[in-house]
């Protein structure tokens, strides 16, 4: 700035010193030089700059009228350099005047660009307002811009701070003036920072005004934030209007931007959730594949010894006693057949969501467990199956079939998977978390399961491979089973595990009459 | 940003007196001059008491005004304000009665400076160094310009001498200048009326009318020759000045600038024999 005034002091010092040399009159042509400062004033530093230069002019060509016309009156002449007089300011103030409005509304157009083109960038929000503030600060030929941005989703402003003194504090009080605009949604334009009432400063200074615009970003999705703009000095009504058409867009900006970055995050989870359906179906697929290859395998060996057995009983004479080993097995083979056969159209009624009626009724759990302890004790030598319950154990909540068919499976388990033997025990008991439940477990000292795969153990096809129970045959569907047969009944199924030294499977089931009915009863 | 952390109360008025000071500040320097006045009418030595009793009146009276402005309704402000006017009193007494009495005008500055370097509320009217120190180097050229423009003007147009008078009494001017006449009407017209009007208004009409009431400050003043070119030499270059005074202080947020231009420009003034 010093130095385009020095440079116009220059143009303004040598036509004075040309005038005065040339000893020229106050008609003279070369005081029509004065117009190239003058101008360069007002192209430089506005109407005001231009006015000034004009006014100078002015001054400088006056010794050179003045005494003209003190001495020869009002001749043509001494009128020309006159009218010269009053017309340097004129043509400066108002040339000063146009340059400026032209150069505003550059900036406007510019900084309009600018932020069209910035929002459309892939910058970050904090960033892009950054961005956004600088060149608001450029545009307004503000002292400092500020945007006070809340997004709605998370409630905490961001707030960005343009302003020379650096580093820019980036602080914001509720209760300050951009706060209420915010609550307000109100325009605000404070005519003095240190003077006004409602805000005052706490140094008192002279000098120019700090002059503060504060306008509410609404846009569609409602109140975005604050923009506030400090002019020092002067902030003529229509920069406000430029502020205010600036602000409009600058909301309307970050609402895109924003729903640009909210879809740009949707399109992201939506394909991390694409890719994590197609490996779930990759995985599926695969469970299928080995599940109907186990089916296969499952279903051709007992069919094979029914086939060999009744080819035997068919193609040679057998003896009575060979006859009826030849049946047993036969019928062995065609009960695990129909085992089989049972499992896959259980899972066929899970997977359409149409399981059996349950018939669900206050049930006694110890005669149902001691049936199948001993079931499973007479099926297993190499097992010590041991039964636990406390007398009086209230009624459960429960379908006889449905908790039978869950105790068998838990105990078929619990054998198969400990193939070294050991101790199995079923035991039945009040919760003591929750009075109204009552809780059955069966422990097993077999494998374990290992944590990572324990969440997976009640999906279907789910099978835990260890070198000791390899050998143990299955479709993958108990488990599956029996947590659908247990929520069937309202009632809860969780699992307590350790690798090497077994599993506690444990159902919790509605008790059939709370202990308080039970004391009163 | 202080408008994001400084608390805002929008109950509060946000109306502002015109006058930035209660106008009963004047009334006891009002009276004296009147006293003076009429003293000077009913016989005393002529003119003599206007000097030693008006002017430190007048000068008080806007001095006075400027610090109540400045200090804005608390109290505080009665005893500088007894203070400078007290010292102008001495300063016209002393120059009264001695030709070089006239360097007691230096105690007004000197008990301004001194409130100002320790009272921060100064600064609201500008006694404080400038923000720019290059607004002080711009206030020296206004002030030599214009005075160098009125001694040319004056002298090529109208034909008005320009002579360096004997020492005592162009120091008695210049100081007189210094102590009372620039020192009260930059304080009171730019750095108290200028300062309030520009943040209601904006800088043009608040730079008009502290100018216009500046204007009419000095076309009162009897020590202003009453002929048609100095009265409106006098409206054109008070103009300009009071206007670069304005953009100066306005600038610079200092009267420092403002203050060296006047001085300058009255100095010149004094060069040029008017009457």
């Not at chain 1, 040679?316 to 695990?336: F, K, N």
């Not at chain 2, 946000?14 to 004047?26: A, E, M, S, T």
């Not at chain 2, 309704?73 to 009495?101: F, I, K, N, Q, Y």
């Amino acid at each position: 700035m010093v130095n385009g005034a020095t440079g116009i002091l220059c143009a303004f010092a040598a036509v004075t010193t040309a005038l005065a040399w040339s000893d020229a009159g106050p008609a003279a042509g070369l005081r029509h030089l004065y117009l190239l400062p003058t101008l360069w004033a007002a192209l430089r530093f506005g109407g005001l700059g231009g006015g000034s230069g004009g006014l100078l002019a002015a001054l400088l060509l006056a010794p050179f009228v003045l005494p003209a016309i003190e001495r020869r009156g009002l001749t043509g002449e001494t009128v020309e350099g006159l009218i010269s007089l009053g017309l340097f300011p004129f043509v400066g103030s108002v040339t000063g005047l146009l340059a400026r409005r032209a150069r505003i509304q550059t900036a406007r157009y510019r900084a309009l660009l600018t932020l069209h083109r910035t929002l459309t960038g892939s910058a970050a929000l904090p960033r892009l307002l950054e961005e956004l503030a600088e060149q608001l600060r450029d545009a307004l030929e503000a002292h400092a811009v500020a945007i006070v941005l809340v997004p709605l989703a998370t409630g905490r402003p961001v707030v960005v701070v343009r302003e020379p003194t650096a580093p820019a504090s980036s602080a914001f009080v509720a209760d300050s003036a951009a706060g209420w605009v915010m609550r307000s949604g109100q325009r605000l334009f404070l005519g003095d920072m240190a003077s006004d009432p409602r805000v005052r400063s706490a140094e008192p200074a002279a000098g120019p005004p700090r002059r503060v615009l504060l306008l509410p970003l609404e846009a569609r999705e409602g109140r975005l934030g604050v923009l506030a703009v400090e002019r020092r000095g002067e902030f003529p009504r229509e920069l406000r209007a430029t502020a205010r058409s600036l602000g409009l867009q600058l909301a309307l900006g970050i609402e895109n931007a924003c729903l640009a970055d909210r879809l740009r995050r949707f399109a992201e989870e939506l394909e991390e959730k694409i890719q994590a359906a197609t490996r779930r179906l990759r995985e599926l697929d695969r469970a299928k594949s080995d599940f109907v290859s186990i089916v296969s395998h499952e279903l051709r060996t007992p069919l094979t010894s029914i086939q060999g057995f009744s080819e035997l009983l068919l193609s040679r004479p057998t003896s009575a006693d060979a006859s009826g080993r030849y049946l047993a097995a036969i019928h062995r083979e065609a009960e695990r057949l129909g085992r089989i056969v049972a499992d896959l159209l259980d899972l066929s009624r899970i997977e359409s969501g149409q399981g059996d009626v349950l018939r669900v009724g206050p049930l006694a759990l110890a005669p149902l467990i001691d049936a199948n302890v001993e079931l499973f004790r007479s099926q297993s030598d190499s097992h010590a199956i041991d039964r636990e319950m406390p007398d009086g154990l209230p009624a459960a909540l429960a379908d006889h079939d449905a908790l039978d068919r869950v105790l068998k499976n838990l105990l078929s388990n619990a054998i198969k998977y400990s193939p070294a033997g050991g101790r199995v025990r079923v035991w039945a008991r009040p919760c003591a978390e929750e009075p109204d439940r009552v809780e059955l477990g069966v422990e097993d000292q077999g494998v374990g399961i290992p944590a990572q795969v324990r969440a997976q153990i009640f999906e279907k096809y789910c099978r835990v491979p260890h070198p000791e129970t390899g050998h143990v045959r299955g479709l993958g569907l108990g488990l599956a089973l029996v947590k659908s047969l247990v929520e069937s009944q309202g009632g809860r199924i969780r699992v307590e595990s350790e690798v090497g030294a077994g599993s506690r499977f444990i159902v919790s089931l509605q008790m059939a009459r709370p202990p308080a009915e039970m004391h009163s009863a | 940003m202080d408008v994001l952390i400084r608390a805002f109360d929008p109950t509060r008025p946000i109306h502002r007196p015109l006058i930035p000071f209660p106008l009963w500040v004047f009334l006891p320097f009002a009276a004296v001059c009147v006293v003076a006045l009429v003293t000077g009418q009913v016989g005393g030595p002529p003119g003599m008491t206007v000097r030693i009793l008006g002017l430190p009146a007048f000068h008080g009276g806007l001095l006075a005004a400027s610090l109540a402005a400045a200090w804005e309704g608390t109290s505080g402000w009665g005893r500088h304000a007894s203070g400078v006017a007290l010292a102008l009193l001495v300063a016209s007494s002393a120059c009264a009665w001695t030709p070089w009495g006239c360097l007691a005008y230096l105690l007004p500055p000197l008990a301004v400076a001194v409130c100002a370097v320790g009272h921060a509320e100064c600064r609201r009217m500008g006694l404080a160094p400038p923000a720019d120190w290059r607004a002080l180097g711009g206030g020296v050229a206004v002030g030599c310009f214009l005075g160098g423009h009125l001694l040319l003007s004056a002298s090529r147009t109208f034909g008005y001498p320009v002579r360096l008078e004997l020492p005592a009494p162009y120091l008695t001017g210049i100081l007189y200048d210094l102590g009372a006449n620039v020192l009260s009407a930059e304080c009171f017209f730019r750095g108290t009326l200028f300062n309030r009007w520009h943040r209601l208004w904006g800088f043009w009409p608040g730079a008009l009318a502290a100018t216009g009431l500046c204007l009419l400050r000095y076309l009162g003043d009897p020590a202003l020759p009453p002929t048609v070119e100095v009265m409106a030499s006098a409206i054109f270059y008070l103009a300009l000045l009071s206007l670069s005074g304005c953009a100066l202080l306005w600038y610079s947020g200092s009267l420092l600038p403002s203050l060296a231009a006047s001085l300058l420009f009255f100095s010149a003034y004094r060069m040029l024999h008017v009457w």
